[in-house]
């Protein structure tokens, strides 16, 4: 068989320690090693995105966007790659287009490369502008297909997505399963099927959650995956991703042999091992997300939605109820048109059906995200709603529901957000932190002035800032 070797995205500075552990690794925990994994040879590094821009800000008081130029100042021969929520950004709503530009464009002038990019209902509509704004500033831009089961999704439905990604312009593909859903075999059929109808590169992006991992992605190699993520060792399975090493161990002598040279992985393993050590030793990282959680196969919910669901009944001395929010959660995401379950659906799915269970009447109280959802708010969903379900939550309102592109109806707002924080801008890319997480980002502002005032009294302006912290 010909040579084809399988390439290799690196996740522990994004996603492994956003999932084991509450994105609490600091720039000044990453950086000692950066050197090292740059010569590594890795497809790319997942380091920025996601949930790590609101963990800088809020628990970390630092600059997401100086962490983003520090990773470009010592990744010289690595590309650097992000995860990017669709319309949402790295935020909970809807943006503008202009704002959404503008993230783009920043993002690529500070140092990455590649963006992922997805939507939690894949409707592409909602990918439009950042994919067009990534090539507008010569990136790579990724359209993930959030993976989930249901009626729904079909092989069929799979391939006819991922030919409309590919006519988008994208540059290639990933099927991102969050949840740990994919096992072996269907990711098999699943690569199979994409590879004969699209001629972009396929990625598998996949968690541990439920101890498949790295047997659908053996199985996804097999059938012409031509990247997979992974994790260092000491931050790999359980909720995190398939460890690095053991993948390259798996592949090799194979066509598939990644080349990667397992004695710098080996030091760099050494090092996020005392890290694994310390966060173990201050319960930062908690043995149980290292496990297998057979539940998101027998319930297919995200490990994260569990654990949410069970602290939401857990303050209502409610935990007797799990079973009936387990039954409940596959109906309300089929009355909500069998959405993923994925940031934001995967919290609006399982928040309505923890309120369900506890009023004793569905929908006596429907969220505001749920409204919102059946309004066509966060776009189009696979499946119609339920007709009922819309009758009661929303009433006359259902006159107000949008089938257009949600961000169609949103007015550029970039001014407007500069106008409101200007007192507090130092760089261009204040004004974006400040779109996304306006309450953190002026906390974090004015952490930074008060620092830069301690630094050099002389300048501190007392009365229009520098606030002691
Ligand atoms: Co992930």
Redesign the pocket.
Known sequence: MEKKPLKITE?VLR?AH??LMATRLTTEQMLPVIDKMDKVGYHAVECWG?ATFDASLRFLKEDPWERLRKFRDGFKNTKLQMLFRGQNILGYRHYADDVVEYFVQKSIANGIDIIRIFDCLNDLRNLETAVKACRKEKGHSQIALSYTLGEAYTKEYWMETAKRIEDMGADSICI?D?AGLLIPYEAQALVGALKENVGIPIEL?T?YTSGVASMSCMKAVEAGCDII?TAISPLALGTS?PATEVMVETFKGTPYDTGLNQDILAEISAYFGKIREESLASGLLNPKVLGVNINTLRYQVPGGMLSNMISQLKEQNAEDKYEDVLKEIPRVRKDLGEPPLVTPSSQIVGTQAVLNVLMGERYKVATKETKSILLGEYGQTVKPFNPEVVDKVLGAEKEKAITCRPADLIEPELNKIEKEMSRWKQQDEDVLSYALFPQQAIDFFKFREAQQTKVDPDKADYENGAYPV
Do not use: L
């Open positions: 996740t996603d956003q999932s996601g991102k969050m992006h968690h993520d991703q």
